[in-house]
C-alpha cells in the first residue's frame, strides 16, 4: 500500500503516524509511572500482592492498549490490517529479545569489566524496585518499536529499500536522543549504530515487532536498574551499586554504556548478523 500512495499522502500518513504515537507514548507513560511507582505512587498503600498485580495490569492494558491502537491506524491508512504483529509469535519472539538484550548488555559491562572500566562496589539489592522498572520500561519499549520501526522503519523500507530504511530510520532514532541529558554527537551516533540498526536488523529479520520490543525492553532495564549505568543519558536507581571509571569511548560516561564503543561494536555485530540471517532466508 504504501508503495501505491501518493507522495505527499504517504509523508503525511507516515510523519503523522509518528507523532501520533509519540504523543500517546507519552500520555501513556503517566499512568505506567504511577502504576509502577510502589514507594511513593498509589499502589504504595496497597498490600505488596495486589500493588503488584495493579502494576502488572497497568503495564499490560498501556501496552496491549499502544499495540491495538497501531494496528487500528495501519487498517484505516493502509486498508489491512498490520503482519507484523502475529500473536503466535509474540511470547517466543519477544522472550527471545529478551533473552538477547540482556546478554548483549551483560557483554557490554563484562568487555567495559576486563578493561578495567566498571567493577561493583556493593549490592543494595532492592528487588521490588529492581521489578518496577522492569515493569516501566515495557511499554516505553513498545512505544518506541512502534514508532521507529513500526511505522518508519516499515514505511521507508517498501517504498524505497531496505538499505535507505535502516539508514535513515537508523539516524533519526540516533539523533532524536541528541536531547537527551548528558547526550553528545558522538553518543547519538553510537545509538545510531548500536541501537537504531540493531532494532531494525531485528524486526526486518522476524518480521514482526515481537522481537525488537523484547531487545529494547531488556535493553534499558539492563542496562540501567540492573548494571548501574545511565540510560540514555538518564541516571536510575539500580540493583548493582557500580564503580565507573575510564575514558568515556570505554564506558560511555555519563551518557551510560550506550555511548561506549565497546556496545557500538558489539551491536553492530549483532546487527550485520540478522541482516545475514535475513539474506539466507531470502534465498
Known sequence: MAKRQRWWIWLLVTVGGALLFMFLYSMGMAPVSLGTDFQGGFVSRMPLWLAVGVS????????????????????????????????????????????????????????????????????????????????????AAAAEEIVFRGILF????????????????????????????????????????????????????????????????AWNWTQGPLFGFAVSGMDTSSFLAPSIEGPMLLTGGEFGAEGSLVAVILGAGLSFYYLWRKSRQDD
Do not use: C
Open 154 to 217: 516499515r514505511r521507508m523500507d517498501r517504498r524505497w529499500g531496505t538499505l535507505v530504511a535502516l539508514v535513515v530510520s537508523a539516524l533519526l532514532f540516533g539523533f532524536l536522543h541528541i536531547t537527551n541529558q548528558n547526550a553528545t554527537v558522538w553518543s547519538s551516533f553510537a545509538i545510531a549504530i548500536e541501537a537504531g540498526l540493531l532494532l531494525a536488523a531485528a524486526y526486518k529479520y522476524a518480521d514482526n515487532l515481537w522481537l525488537p520490543i523484547g531487545i529494547h525492553w
Open 56 to 139: 502488572v495490569l497497568t503495564v499490560l492494558g498501556v501496552t496491549a492498549a499502544l499495540l491495538s491502537l497501531y494496528a487500528l491506524w495501519i487498517r484505516l491508512t493502509e486498508r489491512q490490517w498490520p503482519d507484523d504483529l502475529p500473536m503466535r509469535r509474540m511470547l517466543p519472539s519477544a522472550g527471545a529479545g529478551f533473552l538477547t538484550g540482556f546478554l548483549l548488555l551483560s557483554a557490554v559491562t563484562g568487555v567495559i569489566a576486563l578493561l578495567g572500566g566498571y567493577r561493583v562496589v556493593s549490592v543494595p539489592g532492592d528487588v521490588l524496585r529492581l521489578v518496577s522498572q522492569l515493569l516501566f520500561f515495557l511499554p
